[in-house]
């Protein structure tokens, strides 16, 4: 004696809207990666900004007694946490 049921099955027609919800489910959700896919490329700007190393190799102007170089560097960090943010918000 079988202590399992058996399920009952589906129709063929069931199977096949399903698989269709899902192709457009797919679709939609590949759209909405493009419209906010931009969004992922503002993430470089930090990057670039601080490899780009001849820019900000500089003594002058200092600010409060910090040289250029050094400030600059300090001044990216609250700015990438900000890009950090919107880049979160928008892609939310």
């Known amino acids: ?12 027609a ?4 399903r698989s269709n919800l899902n192709l457009e489910q797919t679709t939609m ?3 909405e990666e493009t419209k906010h896919s931009w969004l ?3 993430l470089l700007i930090p990057y670039i900004a601080l490899l780009w190393l001849p820019f900000y190799n500089d003594t002058r102007p200092s600010f409060a007694g910090f040289p250029f170089f050094y ?3 300090f001044l990216w960090v609250p700015l990438t ?4 943010y919107i880049v979160y918000r928008g892609v939310k």
């Open 14 to 17: 069931a199977k096949r809207d």
């Open 40 to 42: 992922w490329l503002v």
């Open 29 to 31: 959700k590949t759209s």
């Open 81 to 84: 946490s900000l890009i950090i």
């Open 1 to 12: 004696m079988s202590l399992c049921r058996a399920l009952p099955r589906r129709p063929a």
């Open 71 to 73: 400030w600059y560097q």
